[in-house]
């Protein structure tokens, strides 16, 4: 098993950073990918990023790309994501996830832990 606890999400302007922070506890050395997904109200749940766990290989959504950055502490088990130039559109909660994939994967269904989300609201 392995638990998961987003933190660092609130209310920002356009334009604005926050950075989102994921502590990952239990059995982190089974999880080869960690990704965060957002889902805005009415919306499925969708791709943000992936960092592979003990590495540094990134994967981003064309929305995010340029302006998010993903990363890992392996000391702290703990994922970030940074987020830049935040627009209204980036309003959602945020999910943490890990899975066991060995292969990156951007599709929610492949990720079996999640954290409990973190509300980013972005006004204009």
């Known amino acids: 098993q392995v638990q998961l606890v987003e933190s660092g999400g609130g209310l920002v302007q356009a334009g604005g950073s926050l950075r989102l922070s994921c502590a990952a506890s239990g059995r982190t050395s089974s999880s080869y990918f960690m990704g965060w997904f957002r889902q805005a109200p009415g919306k499925e749940r969708e791709f943000v990023a992936v960092?592979?766990?003990?590495?540094?290989?990134?994967l981003y959504a064309d929305s995010v790309k340029g302006r998010f950055t993903i990363s890992g502490d392996n000391t702290k088990n703990t994922v970030y994501l940074q987020m830049n130039s935040l627009k209204p559109e980036d309003t959602a909660v945020y999910y943490c996830?890990?899975?066991?994939?060995?292969?990156?994967?951007?599709?929610?269904?492949?990720?079996?832990?999640w954290g409990q989300g973190t509300q980013v609201t972005v006004s204009s």
């Open positions: 996830a890990a899975t066991q994939r060995v292969g990156v994967t951007t599709i929610p269904n492949e990720y079996a832990y």
């Open positions: 960092i592979r766990w003990r590495g540094t290989s990134t």
